[in-house]
Nanobody, 115 residues
Framework: QVQLVESGGGLVQAGGSLRLSCVAS????????MGWYRQAPGNQRELVAD???????NYADSVKGRFTISRDNAKNTVYLQMNSLKPEDTAVYYC?????????WGQGTLVTVSS
């Protein structure tokens, strides 16, 4: 059974930083492309960034230069470092195993950015 457990969200002022973590179990983590999605109230879930097992990354245009996705295969963990946060980054953030449809969504972690 695949499980994804996100953590690290919180309330931060605009311009601040947060680091999200997601621990995955039930998969061979190192070979899987992992991603971070977010869903703001009233919006569809959108892909923020993804990373291959070897560390190649892709980012949504809205977060390029501000967010960094990384992973530690020894810890089955994927991270999202978020800098220069903006109020429009406010959302629930979820991690995903990109090869799985449907993704076994976890509970997510709420990020709130105040202006």
């Amino acid at each position: 059974q695949v499980q994804l457990v996100e953590s690290g969200g919180g309330l931060v002022q605009a311009g601040g930083s947060l680091r999200l973590s997601c621990v995955a179990s039930g998969i061979i983590f190192s070979i899987n492309v992992m991603g971070w999605y977010r869903q703001a109230p009233g919006n569809q879930r959108e892909l923020v960034a993804d990373i291959t097992g070897r560390g190649a990354t892709n980012y949504a245009d809205s977060v390029k230069g501000r967010f960094t996705i990384s992973r530690d295969n020894a810890k089955n963990t994927v991270y999202l470092q978020m800098n220069s946060l903006k109020p429009e980054d406010t959302a629930v953030y979820y991690c995903a195993v990109m090869a799985l449809r449907p993704n076994p969504w976890g509970q997510g972690t709420l990020v709130t950015v105040s202006s």
